[in-house]
């Protein structure tokens, strides 16, 4: 197995959070994982993407530019990276923010209301959780279940109140993406 | 012990703190701001001291100061930073300072890039200051052996007296990746410093810290007793490592983050039955001329890969001294090499080199 | 039998390059004595600079470091840190300090650096053959302002200690001179203070030594002591820029 997943949207999104919880989830489970973030002079509201790569064999570049899977949490992640998706691969839209035409029939494409959903479960920011659910259906890469075991070793100990809405929001996610899945 | 996902930066900053590291002198510059940013809140909980410089010619002379006076000392930054700690670097060398120097190269010349390059390969191993000296230069590859080399270039610069460089790339400090962290060491079996400017106290001989040799014979006698330390250094010292040697008949040569890329593109090439190989300097000072003097008999070709236009490819030239032919592959400027370009390379590498036979 | 006059323990038995007339060995003198009286021999850390008193690790009878041309402050930080109870001292001039170190300085006030900088201001590059320095009066002629400093082209001489005082770290700054006896007297009350604030942990403290150069100024010794009088003095007031009194 060698996944390249490519996560983007803007700063705030959560975008590099979701990606280090991809990355360590993994870990766990023995794999050979990076983490890479885009890093640049924006800090702050400008576009933000993170790469991680998931493997059974030693990680090479950690940079992805041919993702497997790609998270496109806004517009302009999709426009940049739509075309990246190997052939086969997946591409997850946040389609609250994204709504373009994607011109690609060798790709599965997911669209998902991640904001709107997150905005209904009371927390706008759980919208990572959402595409991160739908994206454990959509590739079954690791369980929606063993990810929510996760949410206690990645979120730091403040934040442990927020596991129960977390925990929802991938339950949500990962509905989402089933329903997509089924029509297809 | 447990794997943490840590990022490079980070991963530094804690490897040297288990090191015994108690001294932080740095200056902030991208990509490697989350060292100093880690060390500023990790040390206040061993009871050991960050402090921010004012540049880093300031830094480096902390550095120079506080390693004179008998602590374990680190200083890190990235390219431009590294050129303006070079004054300092060569008073460490002449001085015969411990202290570990971190590098995560971006792309040069001047401003360049924040992107990660190997450009500073020449500035690393071949000086950058002024005078006769050399430095350790550590290349890690991956983020377990930045850990390890970090850990470890502390002991190396005490053993020798002499500055140790760490040198990865942007790369390396903003990627995260699996770590198990060493030992906290114990700071009193660290070695006694004898020598360090600590005070006089009851010793009958004061210390002094200097490079300065006024007269010529002295001077020259100082350079012959530092050219044989470095000659110690390359007898002990020098390390590699190899991958697939026992039946290469064309190897790689490549270094730190590059390496990475050339073994995915030794994994293609050799399904498709090229016998291939790397061959990885891990010490880039003192480089491992020996590894390929027995690899000659054998491979006929070799292929050195870097983030550069071609300077460590320099050493494998010379290294090689002609025996076998060596070709070069690059990519500079921030850009990092893709596995498939590199497989390709070396495909027209073997070409090249079958044609001529 | 008392003796009436001996060698300060904190120096060493050592001869001095410093030409005849200079300052240099009178505040070397002063400094060991300072250094002998507080008990500090076993305890005090050097930071020699480029210059003049390049040598000056020869001299004193301490532990000590050489530092690259102006990073002496540097210097010291690294060594204080690691032995905050090392008595640590910088000696230097006014190409060191007040041109190529003036970051370093500065930033070891600000930061309420607890050393003590002993700087000697003769308003020239000695050592190099007597070239314009930061501190070159208006008017005044060097190997590179042979027709005097011009003000228009190379700006007025800076004051370090008026500079300084404006940073709170810098807890006690004296200007002194060596031109007389009183004066060289006045100048080791100064250096012990600057000695003492660091003991007590008060902060930075620095004594510039208004200071003369025979040779580069092309007079004899009492001719140059005479010009430090007419010319330094009023340009460079002597006296305490900022007090530990006011501190405490």
């Known amino acids: 197995m060698d996944r390249q997943i490519l996560i983007a949207g803007f700063g705030g999104q959560g975008v590099m959070l979701m990606g280090q919880m991809l990355a360590y989830s993994a870990m766990k489970k023995d794999y050979n994982v990076s983490w890479m973030p885009s890093y640049g002079p924006e800090q702050r509201g400008g576009t933000a993407n993170c790469g991680v790569v998931i493997s059974e064999q030693p990680v090479g570049s950690p940079v992805v530019n041919e993702p497997t899977e790609c998270v496109a949490m806004n517009l302009p992640s999709l426009e940049k990276f739509a075309d990246t998706v190997v052939p086969g691969g997946c591409l997850l839209i946040n389609s609250s923010l994204a709504d373009a035409d994607v011109n690609r029939d060798d790709i599965t494409i997911l669209r998902i209301p991640a904001s709107e959903e997150a905005e209904q479960l009371g927390e706008v920011r759980v919208a990572n959780m959402i595409m991160l659910g739908a994206l454990s259906e959509a590739t079954s890469l690791l369980s929606v279940e063993y990810l929510k075991d996760m949410l206690s070793e990645v979120l730091p100990e403040r934040r442990h109140g927020l596991i129960p809405l977390n925990e929802k929001a991938l339950d949500r996610g990962r509905e989402l993406a089933q329903k997509q899945l089924a029509v297809k | 012990m447990s794997k943490e996902l840590v990022k490079g930066n ?228 020098t390390r590699f490592k190899t991958l697939h040697a026992d039946d290469a008949e064309y190897m790689f040569v490549a270094y730190g983050t590059v390496a990475r890329i050339v073994r995915k593109a030794i994994e293609s090439l050799r399904e498709e ?16 001329d020996e590894a390929f003097e027995q690899l000659v008999e054998q491979v006929k070709g070799f292929l050195t890969v870097e983030m550069s236009t071609g300077q460590m490819f320099e050493d494998v030239r010379l290294a090689l001294n002609g025996a076998v032919p060596a070709e070069f592959y690059g990519t500079t400027g921030g850009i990092m090499p893709d596995y498939r370009d590199v497989a390709e390379q070396m495909k027209k590498t073997m070409d090249k080199v079958g044609d001529a036979s | 039998m008392k003796a009436a006059f001996r060698r300060p323990e904190s120096l060493t038995d050592v001869q001095t390059h410093y030409c005849p007339g200079c300052v240099h060995g009178i505040v070397h003198r002063i400094t060991a004595e300072v250094i002998d009286e507080l008990d500090l021999q076993d305890r005090a850390v050097g930071v020699a600079s480029v210059g003049c008193s390049v040598l000056a690790y020869d001299y004193f009878d301490v532990d000590f470091q050489q530092a690259a041309h102006g990073r002496a402050p540097a210097v010291a930080t690294g060594i204080k840190r690691v032995r905050p109870d090392a008595s ?56 590179t302002s042979p027709y005097g400093r011009d003000t228009e082209h190379s700006g007025d001489p800076i004051r370090v200690c008026e500079m300084l005082a404006t940073l709170p770290g810098a807890v006690y700054l004296e200007r002194t001179s060596c031109h007389d006896a009183r004066h060289i007297m006045q100048t080791k009350r100064a250096i012990k203070k600057a000695f003492e604030v660091q003991e007590k942990g008060q902060g930075f403290a620095m004594v510039e030594v208004v200071s003369n150069c025979p040779t580069n100024w092309g007079m004899t010794p009492r001719e140059s002591l005479e010009w430090v009088e007419e010319n330094m003095i009023p340009y460079y007031p002597l006296g305490e820029f900022r007090s530990p009194e006011e501190v405490e």
């Open chain 2, 10 to 237: 980070e991963a530094v900053g804690e490897a040297a703190i288990r090191a015994g590291c108690r001294y932080f002198f740095g200056y902030p510059i991208t990509p490697q701001n989350e060292i100093p940013e880690y060390i500023s809140a990790r040390m206040p909980e061993v009871d050991g001291v960050f402090l921010q410089a004012e540049s880093e010619v300031a830094a480096i002379n902390m550095v120079y100061g506080a390693g004179g006076a008998g602590g374990r000392i680190m200083t890190s930054s990235s390219s431009p930073g590294i050129s303006l700690k070079q004054e300092g670097i060569s008073y460490i060398a002449g001085a015969e300072v411990p202290c570990v120097i971190v590098n995560m190269i971006r792309g040069g010349p001047g401003l360049g890039t924040i992107q990660p390059a190997q450009s500073d390969y020449f500035q690393a191993t071949k000086g950058g200051g002024h005078g006769d000296y050399r430095m350790i230069v550590l290349g890690p590859s991956n983020l377990q052996e930045l850990v390890d080399l970090t850990y470890e270039a502390f002991d190396l610069a005490d053993r020798y007296r002499n500055p140790v460089m760490v040198l990865g790339d942007g790369v390396m400090g903003q990627m995260m990746e699996p770590v198990v962290f060493p030992e906290m060491r114990d700071l009193d079996e660290l070695p006694e410093k004898e020598w360090a400017t600590t005070g006089r106290g009851q010793r009958d001989e004061t210390n002094l810290i200097n490079s300065l040799y006024l007269d010529p014979q002295d001077s020259y006698e100082h350079n012959m007793r530092l050219a044989d330390k470095y000659a110690r250094i390359k007898e002990n010292e």
């Open chain 2, 273 to 288: 039955g090229h016998r291939v190989g790397l061959l990885r300097p891990i010490t880039l000072w003192p480089f491992p």
């Open chain 3, 88 to 143: 640590v001292f910088t000696y230097q001039g006014d190409g060191d300090l007040a041109s190529i170190g003036t970051a370093e300085i500065i930033h070891a006030a600000m930061r309420g650096e607890k050393i003590t900088v002993i700087f000697i201001n003769n308003a020239i590059y000695g050592m190099t053959g007597g070239q314009m320095a930061p501190t070159t009066l208006r008017g005044q002629k060097t190997t």
